[in-house]
């Protein structure tokens, strides 16, 4: 057989092709507030819904769609830890959440992905973590929170401090609730204002959750934030004043993503793609990158 002929026999490996999705079922979903809604997706192929499900990053994000209606991207807020299923936080706010909001548990949704850096959770290995989240920010948040406590052991003490608008606005509120009774790590809950005065928890912004980040070794800590652009300021600042090194702090920054592949250019800020390079970011990337916040 001549050489031209041996090239010619071998097989080329299939690739899967990243602009195909995948259709998936819808097996849980229930309301977190009015307009926020939680669901739990399985993929129908059940090689792929263990191999997908177990090979992405925390702070990754799927592009979830509706034939017929569209498709964006969500961040994903289980744990590759708990393998098999995806779950999302969706906020009704458009065309294709409201479709979204109408499908029933056992109808179906496509996705793709996963995509984005996700948070480098090699790195923070044996280091103390210290998570702050705002309103919504507590979505992606949740990734990274269950991934840390399901390997417990490897990580030192471990922060949750999260704020929201109102109790009724909390996501998770009562799963939260739950961890507070965890002796493993802390979580502190506060909220802007309570209407109804029935909130046993701490009344004020995020911020003055800070008063029970306690002995930890700040040069050895991994902060992550995630919020609204107004928080991003005042919460760095936190971080520093406890000596944590710019290095060591990180951020999940939500833009405008269409194919998620830096394909459209839709979410280009300066020289970086969010949905690449993203939606992780640094706070020396945030200095550096103008408009990136």
Sequence with gaps: M???????????????????????RIIRKYDLTSDVRFFQVRLCNQTKAMEWTTKYKPGQFMMLSIPGVGEAPFSITSSP????????????????????????????????????N?????????????FVAGGLGAAPLRSVLLYALDFREAFGKIY?????????????KNEFIDMKERDDFDCYLTVDKDPDGNWP????????LFKYVKDIDAKNTVAVVCGPPVMYKYVVDE?????????NIYMTLERKMKCGMGKCGQCVVGHKYTCID??????????TIRNLI
């Design 278 to 287: 993203g939606p992780v970011f640094t706070l020396w990337d945030v200095k």
């Design 81 to 116: 830890t708990r393998p098999g299923i995806f779950e999302f936080c969706i906020r009704k706010v458009g065309k294709l959440t409201s479709k979204l909001f109408e499908m029933k548990e056992n109808d179906f949704v496509w996705l793709r992905g996963p995509f984005g």
């Design 2 to 24: 001549s050489p031209r002929e041996e090239i010619l026999k071998c097989e080329i490996p299939e690739k899967e092709n990243p602009y195909l999705p995948e259709r998936a």
């Design 160 to 172: 949750y401090l999260y704020g929201a608008k109102t109790p009724d606005e909390m996501l998770f």
């Design 201 to 208: 928890y701490d009344v004020g912004v995020v911020t003055t």
């Design 239 to 247: 971080f520093l004043k406890l000596g944590i090194p710019e290095e």
């Design 118 to 130: 996700g948070f480098p959770v090699e790195k923070m290995g044996e280091k103390d973590l210290l």
